[in-house]
């Protein structure tokens, strides 16, 4: 039993679990091409009508999964001085352990509180000889890591590879959902902006409001997102009637949401989402998003396939890093102040 008092905005519904749909991608690592295209129209489909799905069968296994967990756990239980020590207000590129209302992804609502959650950005670990390190590109350098913990950083990179390789597999199904090459994207993500950010949701009790809860309703900012989540729930989805919907953890699976960016490249065709975190479980909550982002120069126009003589582009053309930049500084007082 919940021991809280619900404002009734934040108010959810539970409906069939077919609602977000759940999806085998097992084909697009073993199938055929005709395997490859079935898997992607399911993929096509979620994307157009919820921006949200399940993936099963994504190659990364629960044994990874539950270890990278473990390592978050134990990298959130640390004093806060230790976690301070890699503090994101210290990072050159936006790297490193944000506190408890460092990021505020809902501002007009949560006014100065921000979110209910701590995390840590870990992005493509970049040597200072790097040339977009050398070129001043925003966003790109060196992790921050903690200190004497290498297998901790080991553990966290190689979930980070894997992320990084599921990401891929899924942007050439919707490649083919789109119409296009299967390969169309690949171009884009050579070097992509692709940063895993585990969380830490601390249980919120007593009367919640829109004013703070775990993550404010946002969309993502980026191209793809692939969350592993807890036994906790506490994720909620808008629908395209504006009802909230559960979306509770499904063992063996993660969940894959459309982002702006690739909202953007399709004219709204697949669905970036409004969603929210209420951690209302009694226990911690712990989260693994993975956002796969295409290169920080890579231009966002609306996509030949998503366009027509009845169907202008709705949105100016930017770059990625540019988009993204603009809704960090929406998110990350300190960001912005440094600007």
């Known amino acids: 039993m919940h021991n809280d008092v619900l404002a009734p905005n934040l108010r959810s519904q539970f409906?069939?679990?077919?609602?977000?749909?759940v999806i085998d991608v097992a084909a697009l690592q073993t199938g055929?091409?005709?395997?490859?295209?079935?898997?992607?129209?399911?993929?096509?489909?979620?994307?157009?009508?919820?921006?949200?799905f399940y993936v099963k069968n994504h190659g990364?296994?629960?044994?990874?999964?539950?270890?990278?967990?473990?390592?978050?756990?134990?990298?959130?239980?640390?004093?806060?001085?230790?976690?301070?020590?890699?503090?994101?207000?210290?990072?050159?590129?936006?790297?490193?352990?944000f506190t408890l209302g460092g990021e505020n992804l809902d501002p007009l609502r949560q006014?100065?509180?921000?979110?209910?959650?701590?995390?840590?950005?870990?992005?493509?670990?970049?040597?200072?000889?790097h040339p977009r390190v050398r070129?001043?590109?925003?966003?790109?350098g060196p992790n921050q890591w903690p200190s004497d913990w290498p297998d901790w950083c080991e553990t966290m990179q190689d979930y980070y590879t894997a992320c990084q390789q599921l990401g891929l597999r899924l942007m050439r199904a919707l490649a083919l959902a789109l119409g296009l090459p299967e390969h169309y994207f690949d171009a884009?993500?050579?070097?992509?902006?692709?940063?895993?950010?585990?969380?830490?949701?601390?249980?919120?009790?007593?009367?919640?409001?829109?004013?703070q809860i775990g993550a404010g309703a946002h969309t993502d900012f980026g191209c793809l997102t692939l969350l592993a989540q807890d036994a906790s729930g506490g994720l909620q989805v808008r629908n395209l009637a504006g009802h909230w919907l559960e979306a509770p953890p499904i063992p063996g699976t993660l969940v894959v949401n459309i982002g702006d960016m690739l909202a953007r490249w399709t004219n709204d065709q697949f669905r970036s989402t409004l969603?929210?975190?209420?951690?209302?479980?009694?226990?911690?909550?712990?989260?693994?998003?993975?956002?796969?982002?295409?290169?920080?120069?890579t231009p966002l126009a609306c996509l030949e396939t998503c366009t027509g003589p009845d169907n202008p582009p709705r949105y100016p053309p930017t770059t990625a890093g540019q988009y993204l930049l603009d809704r960090i500084?929406?998110?990350?007082?300190?960001?912005?102040?440094a600007q």
């Open 135 to 140: 070129a001043g590109t925003p966003l790109h």
């Open 15 to 21: 409906l069939p679990p077919t609602a977000i749909p």
């Open 275 to 297: 969603h929210r975190v209420i951690n209302r479980s009694g226990r911690e909550r712990y989260s693994l998003p993975f956002f796969y982002d295409p290169e920080f120069d």
């Open 329 to 337: 500084n929406e998110t990350f007082a300190y960001h912005r102040a």
């Open 60 to 97: 990364i296994s629960e044994q990874q999964v539950a270890a990278t967990f473990a390592a978050a756990r134990r990298f959130f239980s640390l004093p806060l001085a230790r976690k301070q020590a890699i503090a994101i207000e210290q990072s050159p590129c936006h790297r490193g352990y």
């Open 188 to 211: 884009y993500l050579r070097e992509p902006m692709a940063t895993l950010g585990p969380l830490h949701y601390p249980p919120q009790r007593g009367s919640i409001t829109e004013a």
């Open 111 to 129: 006014r100065g509180a921000g979110d209910l959650k701590e995390g840590i950005k870990i992005g493509r670990d970049l040597p200072p000889d």
């Open 32 to 52: 055929d091409l005709t395997a490859r295209q079935v898997t992607a129209e399911r993929m096509g489909k979620a994307c157009r009508e919820m921006g949200f």
